[in-house]
């Protein structure tokens, strides 16, 4: 996939450039911005119980927070130590001591009245615990005992009818490589991961257009690239690391470019800390921005070809680049058709980008040697999402901006545990070194020495669902074996969540942490298990970056949970358990036995067994996949995708709404304000002149409601697209609608279509068929 090594980190220019500063004023003064000396001395003040382990964490382990990768205060792209505040923030997860005892012995439902960020203060889970069906309290168990109620359980069912997740908290590539191996040897394939609910699409895309699942290019490749363009991805807030990479691109004069409905404040202007001229000063990021509709992503798409392939028709090769699409793509034509079909009106009423717009964005990419395209959720939690990552591929391979430098396809990862989720196998889809296929599964079981089902796995959703299913349908679900997640805060319509969870007979929360799902009932026993965190598993871990750099995290001294226990050591006792007769098969005593086998399982992680100390990495495929244009395809060719307009409409007076990320970490949340515009969790994002019309002001109580649930929140003006309107995430999930998933990739819908009315308004229509007339409306306008 390519032979060029990633060359190393490079030095920042020394001299400062007035031209890019975001404010003459020294640290923003006055002006909304994230506070980092006032956070860091926040953090610091918080695990003051454990400054010399804290300390260690962050100058010897591998981050685990985003995924980009920096290894105690370094990274591959820049020289010079690198710490962000959402690594800062998470670092409080790995230094508390254990849950006190009178907590643990509360009243389930003084448990409940807690929120996650309660929760989370509270403390590491000490030691394993159980509630039954009907119990008020949990009560302490043992390892023997709880691991042997799982194992019982599992013998008595048919394998279709427990299921197991990882999530991405922190979790290394052992962890998921074991779990993965181990649900196949317990004969079942339901396992998923957190990557279904954030860049499955990325992965399915990348694999039908050019062959491989994964980012193409590097973080280094930000820097001089001719353009660099952000599509539906706030990194200074999810990968804050990132803007330092960004003003390195700033002073290497690349142009950057932003798409998103709403003008991200956060990706305009940022003042980045470790940068001294930046953290007076501040930098300007974004050269343009452009407000596309959610949902608009393929019409903008569209349009950029449509008017290159107009280009080409009057000057050939002036906007294609013919000689890397003749030699390396297919489908040329039958893209061309697709694209030309559309006219111009139906692309601006989709994209909500004027026809202008489009082709000054298409000159600018037409008239560029290089280019990096980096998404995230924006393009990804959609029904569409594969699609729309399609599209991307399609604008990289027209232009040749694939396999080589400053060229290329990143979706740019929330968090360092999950780009090898997948890749190590904890996949419905998805085997070490492949799918599901019959090459690769009788590959895999000659290194594993067991068969493994042939039976087409669940998704996390559908899992969920299965639970409601009838007593006597084979997939009902019985079991669930969580590590780590929260699906009352991840998925859509929690209610519905809720539903679901406590129809389960047994269910397994195995974690660091309480969060509110860990109190949802069982129709049998609710068990939970204490884990170690990445830095306290004998033996160290690894993790997979954006970039495809697997770094060796050591284990790290300091103090411990004293019945935590690894978590893949935890799967493998379960195994064994289960099928003792066969426990020679899953038989791992060390984390190097694990690293030895996924070099044999997962042929691009040959070179994971030689990590075994601090900073040791090496990067699979090389610094560019496709190097050359060569792509593993079965031809060796890129394959370029016709896509359909998706249906958008909506009603007059009508919003699309999508959900965002404020001051947190995944579903963790760490502010109550959004320190870039200073809204508040519960505020509603729109536009002024959208609140205008509907005699709304800002601060105003209002009402957003849809036939999935209703918001109660406050109008905040914001320089978002008018027609659309964004809530905070977790908090506006009952408006997303349950059951719809991505047709590729199976990624929930985490968009909908809804109504804002005055709070006073709302409320003053006392017949309730005012309101069910309302939604009846949207129904039959949206379907």
């Not at 505040?85 to 009243?107: C, F, H, K, P, Y």
């Not at 009352?488 to 195995?510: A, G, S, W, Y």
Request: hydrophobic share 35%; net charge negative; with cysteine.
């Amino acid at each position: 996939m390519g032979e060029t090594k990633h060359t190393g980190p490079i030095k920042l220019p020394k001299k400062p450039d007035p031209a890019l500063w975001a404010s003459k004023v020294p640290f923003g003064l006055g002006k909304i911005k994230p506070h980092h000396i006032r956070d860091t001395m926040k953090v610091v003040w918080e695990n003051k119980d454990n400054l010399p382990y804290a300390t260690r964490i962050l100058t010897q382990g591998v981050c685990d927070g985003c995924a980009l990768g920096v290894s105690g205060l370094y990274d591959q792209t820049l020289t010079g130590p690198h710490v962000c505040t959402t690594r800062l923030n998470v670092l409080r997860l790995n230094t508390m001591s254990a849950i006190e005892e009178r907590v643990l012995n509360m009243d389930i439902e003084d448990l409940r009245k807690m929120s996650s960020t309660e929760l989370r203060k509270l403390g590491r889970i000490p030691y394993p615990l159980i509630r039954k069906a009907g119990e008020r309290k949990f009560s302490r168990i043992s390892w023997n005992d709880a691991l042997g109620k799982i194992a019982d359980k599992m013998r008595e069912l048919d394998p279709k009818r427990y299921a197991f997740y990882t999530t991405s908290r922190g979790i290394t590539n052992e962890v998921y490589y074991t779990v993965g191996k181990v649900a196949r040897f317990l004969g079942t394939n339901n396992i998923d991961n957190a990557s279904r609910i954030c860049h499955s699409p990325s992965k399915t895309a990348l694999n039908r257009s050019i062959g491989v699942g994964a980012s193409t290019c590097n973080y280094k490749d930000w820097i001089g690239t001719d353009v660099l363009i952000f599509w539906g991805s706030v990194a200074a807030n999810n990968q804050p690391v990132s803007t330092k990479y960004m003003y390195a691109a700033k002073r290497k004069g690349t142009k950057i470019i932003i798409i998103n409905p709403y003008h991200e404040p956060a990706m305009d202007n940022y003042w980045v800390p470790s940068i001294a001229e930046s953290a007076l000063f501040g930098t300007k990021i974004a050269d343009d921005v452009y407000q596309v509709n959610i949902g608009g992503d393929i019409a903008f798409m569209h349009g950029i070809m449509k008017h290159w392939f107009e280009m080409e028709e009057m000057a050939h090769g002036s906007a294609i680049d013919h000689d890397f699409v003749s030699q390396h793509v297919n489908g040329l034509e039958e893209l061309r058709e697709k694209v030309t079909a559309y006219d111009w009106d139906q692309l601006v009423t989709s994209s909500g980008i004027q026809k202008h717009q489009m082709i000054e964005l298409a000159e600018l990419l037409a008239k560029s040697k290089s280019a990096v395209f980096v998404w995230s959720m924006g393009l990804t939690q959609h029904r569409f999402g594969t699609d729309n990552i399609s599209q991307v591929a399609n604008l990289a391979l027209l232009r040749g901006f694939l396999g080589r430098e400053h060229c290329g396809l990143m979706p740019i990862r929330g968090h360092s545990g999950v780009q090898g989720s997948g890749e190590m196998g904890a996949d419905p889809f998805v085997l070490p070194g492949g799918g599901m296929g019959k090459g690769n599964r009788e590959r895999v079981e000659k290194v594993w020495g067991f068969d493994i089902p042939e039976w087409q796995g669940d998704i996390v959703g559908v899992s969920l669902e299965n639970a409601l299913l009838p007593e006597e349908h084979e997939r009902k679900l019985d079991l669930y074996y969580l590590s780590g997640g929260n699906f009352l805060e991840t998925m859509p319509d929690p209610d519905f969540v809720k539903q679901c969870l406590e129809n389960i007979d047994i269910r397994v929360h195995q974690d660091i942490i309480f969060n509110t799902s860990t109190f949802a009932d069982a129709r049998e026993a609710v068990i939970v298990l204490p884990a170690m965190t990445r830095y306290e598993q004998p033996g160290g871990g690894t993790s997979t970056s954006t970039e495809r750099m697997v770094y060796f995290s050591p284990e790290i001294k300091g103090p411990r949970i004293e019945e935590a226990r690894m978590e893949w050591e935890i799967y493998v006792d379960l195994a064994r358990r289960v099928k003792p007769d066969q426990q020679h098969l899953i038989d791992f005593n060390t984390a190097d036995e694990i690293r030895a086998e996924i070099a044999k399982a997962a042929p691009n992680y040959d070179g994971i067994q030689h990590l075994k100390n601090r900073g040791d990495v090496f990067q699979w495929g090389g610094a560019w996949l496709c190097e050359d244009g060569l792509c593993p395809t079965p031809d060796g060719n890129g394959n370029l995708i016709t896509v359909e307009l998706p249906e958008l409409r909506k009603p007059e007076g009508h919003f699309y709404v999508t959900t965002r990320r404020g001051k947190q970490f995944n579903s963790m949340i760490y502010g109550e304000k959004d320190p870039f515009n200073d809204a508040d969790r519960y505020d509603v994002l729109m536009n002024e002149a959208d609140g205008a019309e509907l005699g709304i002001k800002e601060g105003d109580a209002i009402v957003v409601y849809n036939q999935h649930g209703t918001f109660h929140g406050r109008a905040k003006f914001v320089a978002v697209k008018r027609g659309n309107i964004e809530a905070h995430w977790p908090e506006g999930n009952m408006l997303i609608p349950k059951g719809v998933y991505e047709e590729f990739a199976g990624i929930p819908e985490y968009n909908a279509a809804a109504i804002v009315e005055k709070a006073e308004t709302y409320f003053a229509q006392k017949d309730t068929k005012y309101v069910e007339k309302r939604v009846e409306e949207l129904e039959v306008d949206i379907s």
